[in-house]
C-alpha cells in the first residue's frame, strides 16, 4: 500500500474509528498509563510532538493528564485530524493544540520538542531505510535529550508462537466491533501492508534512526512500545 493509499484508508475510517476500537480500550489505557511515567520528568511546559496522532487519542489523555503541556499534532489523513481537533476542543485542550495535516517533513520549523509520540505508525512503512528515516526525522525535531515513545505491531511473525498468539490477537479484535469481513481484511492487511517485526528489530530500526537504546516498556498482545532518547551524538 502506499502513501495515497494508506491515507485514503484512514480518510475512511475517521468517522467510526474511536467507536470501532473502543473495545481495545483497556489496552490502551495501560499504554497511556505507563507512557504518563515514561514523560514524567519532562519540564511543566513541555512541547509534544505527536506524530500520526489519528484522531488524538494518546495527544488527549497527555494534555488531560499534564495540563501545562502543549501539543502538535502531525496527520496526514485531513478527516483523522478533524476528528482530533473536535475532540480537543470537546476536552477543552485545543488552545494548547497545534494540528499540521501532512507528514513531518511539511510541518514547518518550529523549535525543538521536548518529547515525541509515534503510536502505530512506523509500522505500515514496508521498508526498513525508509522506517529509520521516518524515526530520524522525529530525531531531528526533538531537543538533544528528547524523547520518543513509539508503539508498533511487533512480533517474531516466523515463530511456532505467533499463530497461536495470532489467534489470540483475532479474538481480541473480534470483541472490538468488528465484523468477520472487517476482520479477514485486516488479517490480509497484516500479511501484506504492515511490517511486523520482532521487536528487538523494531528497536533496532528505531536505534539507526538516531535514538539511543530502546527500552521496551509495554506489550498487550501485538502491540509493544518502546521509549528512547535521541541520540546524545546528535546534540549540539
Ligand atoms: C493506526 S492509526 C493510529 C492513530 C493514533 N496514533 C492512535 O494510536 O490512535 C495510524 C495513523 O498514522 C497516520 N500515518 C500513517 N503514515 C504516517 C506517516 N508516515 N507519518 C505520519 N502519520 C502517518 C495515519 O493517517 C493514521 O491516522
Not at 489467534?167 to 479477514?184: C, I, K, T
Not at 506489550?219 to 532518547?229: C, Y
Request: proline share 5%; charged share 20%.
Amino acid at each position: 500500500m502506499d502513501q495515497d493509499q494508506l491515507k485514503a484508508l484512514f480518510d475512511q475510517q475517521a468517522e467510526h474509528y474511536d467507536t470501532q476500537w473502543t473495545k481495545m480500550a483497556p489496552i490502551n489505557n495501560g499504554l497511556y498509563f505507563l507512557l504518563e511515567s515514561v514523560f514524567a520528568e519532562l519540564p511543566t511546559d513541555a512541547r509534544i510532538l505527536c506524530v500520526g496522532a489519528g484522531t488524538g487519542r494518546e495527544l488527549i489523555h497527555l494534555a488531560n493528564t499534564f495540563p501545562g503541556w502543549h501539543f502538535t499534532a502531525v496527520e496526514p489523513s485531513g478527516p483523522m485530524l478533524d476528528v482530533c481537533r473536535q475532540s480537543a476542543e470537546a476536552a477543552s485542550i485545543a488552545a494548547r493544540c497545534s494540528f499540521h495535516e501532512g507528514y513531518l517533513h511539511s510541518l514547518p520549523e518550529v523549535a525543538p520538542f521536548d518529547a515525541a509520540t509515534s503510536f502505530l505508525v512506523s509500522q505500515f512503512i514496508l521498508d526498513k531505510s525508509a522506517r529509520s528515516g521516518f524515526f530520524n526525522e522525529i530525531a531531528t525535531r526533538l531537543k538533544p535529550s528528547g524523547i520518543l515513545a513509539n508503539a508498533d505491531l511487533a512480533s517474531d511473525t516466523s515463530s511456532a508462537e505467533y499463530p497461536l498468539l495470532l489467534e489470540v490477537w483475532q479474538r481480541v479484535m473480534s470483541g472490538a466491533n468488528l465484523s468477520a469481513e472487517d476482520l479477514s481484511k485486516i488479517m490480509e492487511a497484516y500479511a501484506r501492508d504492515v511490517a511486523i517485526l520482532p521487536p528487538t528489530e523494531t528497536a533496532a530500526i528505531m536505534q539507526s534512526g538516531g535514538f539511543e537504546t530502546p527500552v521496551q516498556f509495554f506489550q498487550s498482545g501485538l502491540i509493544h512500545a518502546w521509549f528512547a532518547r535521541r541520540h546524545s551524538e546528535r546534540a549540539a
